[in-house]
């Protein structure tokens, strides 16, 4: 990975904290946040005519195979979405289930994921759940959940409650051989560790891009596989999705929607959020997928040993295959480390007597040394 001076002079947040909350939301990259603003700078200037709106709609669609590359996938298998809640209530409804079917959740998925499930109960639909212990959510776990009635497992590929990575090639091979629909919320490793839907035989992916991808809010990816694009009907439809956007009958007498995950775009997109996207994308590439993982993970690894070396507590530690960025460390008094934190210009996610932790790319040992010290 290139000079850390140079890495790190991109995010002006760095420059008087220790930022190592990510999980939360990260920090802009000053391409990203030129990125965004680039659009609102063009409309403050110009005002947006058609032919303006038509030269942005151009960019996002050609941007797409940019953006799907990250998770190896192709540009008409990806949707834009306003977050990764709304590709995962997509995701609910494209599986068409039946009265008496049941999908597997670890419990301690992101609520999103849950509720979206839950609210398949009017149909009948069963939600059955994964037991996590102490933060872990074995694979053995969730394949004792699935029974004869079983038609997909919805989970998190790293859980937000604890920091827990799924190894999803094993999972989705499992779900391949038992023909289970697969989804996978990728808001917590999505640009921080490398994930490749194709090789792991994903289904369906959502997520939000700004946490690790250090994106605005206001802007999600819905990724489907091309094999369940040949069916999937979308219960929302719009203009935006439409086969030729700008053919505009009146009245309409068909809804002629792409063969394409585009069909799930209904209205006008977040643009300046897909630009910074488009941007985000770019810098992930520069800098390599493997680099940044290897790098999030080193980070994660030098910060368990050097917190248990402190005498402070971790959930886990899991395993090598099962770590990402976020590690959650055992905090008895609140109060003291929050202001503790402050004075050292420390950032991190404090409640219910943990610290989440997390650790990208731009971060340092010294920014793990900056915590370890306010922690004691």
Known sequence: ME?????????????????LDT????????????????????????????????????FIDDARG???????????????????????NI???????????????????????SYALLSLQKKRVQVKWARSTDGAVPFEEITRQVDERTRAIFLCHVEHAS????????????????NLFFHVDCTQSFMALRIDVTASNVDMMSSAVYKWPCCPLGVGVFYCSARLLENAIPESVGWFGMED???MPQPPIDIPMPGTARRFETGSPNFAGVFALAEAA?????????????????????LSERLLGAGIGVLGPFQDDNRSGILYARIPDLVRVSDSLAAHGVRVNLGHGMARISTHYFNTEEDIDRLVAALR
Not at 30 to 57: M, N
């Open 3 to 19: 000079d850390m001076a140079r890495i790190r002079a991109n995010f002006p947040v760095l420059e008087h904290t220790a930022y």
């Open 23 to 58: 999980a939360t939301t990260g920090p802009f990259h000053k391409r990203v946040h030129a990125a965004a603003t680039r659009g609102y700078d063009q409309r403050l200037r110009e005002g947006l005519s058609i032919p303006g709106y038509k030269e942005w709609a151009r």
């Open 66 to 88: 940019d953006i799907a590359s990250v998770f190896n996938a192709k540009a008409e298998e990806l949707a834009y979405t306003k977050n990764a809640s709304e590709g995962i």
């Open 91 to 113: 995701a609910a409804r494209l599986m068409n289930l039946s009265p008496g079917d049941n999908v597997v959740i670890p419990d301690i998925s992101f609520p999103s994921n």
């Open 163 to 178: 920091g827990f990575c799924h190894d999803l090639d094993r999972i989705g091979a499992f779900c391949r051989e038992r």
């Open 245 to 247: 956007r700008w053919d």
């Open 282 to 302: 770019r810098i992930y590439r520069e800098l390599g997928p493997k680099n940044v993982e290897e790098r999030v993970l080193r980070l994660n690894t030098i």
